[in-house]
Each structure stands twice: as C-alpha cells, then as structure tokens.
C-alpha cells in the first residue's frame, strides 16, 4: 500500500500527514483540510481495519507519549488491532465491525493518561462511503494533574506469584497482589513497560466503562472483585461533528 508523501500527492496527502494513494478515491466528500488541522488524533482505516491515512496530530500524540517509531509500527498499510491487547482487541474488533456493518457511529470513553496527567477522551468511529471504512477521532474532553498521592513506586508488590504485573489495558493501572481490590498508578511502568506484563480489565474500568462486558463474562474468570472508581471528574462529552 503506497502512502504518498506531500509533495508528490495532491489535494488529499497534502491535508492528511498520511494517505494511502490506492484509497484516496473513497475519501471523496470528507474534510481533509478540516480533519488535518484538527488537534484530536483521527485515522481512517479502511473495512479489514488496516490504517490507510492519519493526520498531523496522530503524530505528534504520539510523540509526545514515548512512541517515537509510530509511524514505523503503526502507519499506512499496518492492522489498527496490533495495537490493542487483550481483552480489549476482541472487544473494539468487534465494536468497529458493527459500526462497519450497520453503518452506525461508534462512541466509546477511554483513557489515554500520561504518568503525571489523567486523560480521558472520546473515541468516535464514524463509518465512510458505504462501509468501505472508518473515520476515528480522538477527543480530550478531561485532563487533570494525577495528585502525588495517587502514585506509587514500583514494587515487589506488583509482582504474581509468578511474577508477572497485571495490568489494565485501559487504565493502565496495575494491580497490587498483597492488598485486595488495589490497583495502583506506578509512574514508572507508564514511562517504561516491561516485558513481563499481562493485560485484563481492572474492576473500575471493567464496570465504568464496559458494563455489557462485565455483565457477559463471570467475574471469577478475569479473577476480579468490585473495585473503587476513580476520584478524577468526568467531563461532559462535548458535541463531535459527524464526517458522514
């Protein structure tokens, strides 16, 4: 899949940071310059989920957040489910089908918090030119300092008895194994992830942001309890044009 550089493109490479040349034909009618001077991160991936197109601020998030080889990982012609652990894959693999196969915009709360700020944002998918694919954008609508007390140090404590750290895959915290029900922010594990990481849903996010899951799947199997849920506000979701 060829990805056309800006100055050999035309109109469309010249708005999006990104476009694959074979795809640009179903973008007709969509806001390129608009969607490329957006500041939320927005890809379009085409029906079998393969990134064909980003803009500028897809990059720059990422950059900002220690993924400097983004484009390398995840570019044009690379799966947007590579990203994904699991669960979550299962989950939004799904989720994005439906919304491909019912034409239907998909909207989903997720965090996305660096080690000292808490992030949330709108994830919306909203499905192009008959099915062919999807536009996703990613809307800050919360951004608050993690206070000092809510950090922790990395520890034995966060450690399984075989070693592993068990952490959120939307979250991103991790759970502590000698005090029930804790997950806890350890800095250093955002800023670095080991090798020896296993990924679930911790129970606030679990029944915060995925009640259907939680309703579907026996507690006992994600070996969860009832959890807190987090102090931090919940913005109102602002209002998203549809790029229908």
């Known amino acids: 899949m060829p990805a056309l550089p800006p100055s050999e493109s035309g109109d469309h490479a010249q708005a999006l940071a990104a476009l694959d040349a074979t795809f640009s034909g179903a973008l007709t009618?969509?806001?390129?310059?608009?969607?490329?001077?957006?500041?939320?991160p927005t890809?379009?991936?085409?029906?079998?989920?393969?990134?064909?197109?980003?803009?500028?601020?897809?990059i720059d998030f990422a950059h900002a957040n220690g993924l400097p080889a983004i484009e390398a990982n995840f570019g044009v012609g690379t799966s947007l489910l590579a990203a994904f652990s699991e669960p979550a894959r299962a989950l939004y693999a799904q989720a994005y089908r439906n919304a491909l196969d019912r034409q239907e915009v998909f909207h989903q709360s997720c965090e996305c918090s660096s080690p000292s700020e808490y992030r949330e944002y709108l994830l919306s998918a909203y499905p192009i030119a008959k099915g062919i694919g999807l536009l996703l954008c990613h809307h800050l609508v919360a951004a608050d300092p993690i206070p000092m007390s809510e950090r922790r140090a990395r520890s034995p404590e966060h450690l399984s008895p075989n070693d592993l750290i068990v952490q959120c895959c939307h979250c991103r915290e991790v759970r502590n194994f000698q005090h029930e029900n804790r997950w806890d922010w350890v800095p250093d594990l955002i800023k670095q992830m080991p090798t020896n990481v296993s990924h679930t849903?911790?129970?606030?996010?679990?029944?915060?942001?995925?009640?259907?899951?939680?309703e579907k799947r026996s507690r006992s199997r994600w070996g969860l309890s009832k959890g807190r849920r987090s102090n931090h506000p919940r913005a109102p979701m602002r209002g998203l044009r549809s790029f229908r």
């Open 29 to 40: 009618g969509l806001d390129l310059a608009d969607i490329a001077a957006s500041p939320d």
């Open 201 to 214: 849903f911790c129970p606030r996010c679990l029944d915060h942001y995925y009640p259907d899951l939680g």
């Open 43 to 58: 890809l379009v991936v085409d029906g079998d989920l393969l990134i064909r197109g980003y803009n500028q601020a897809y």
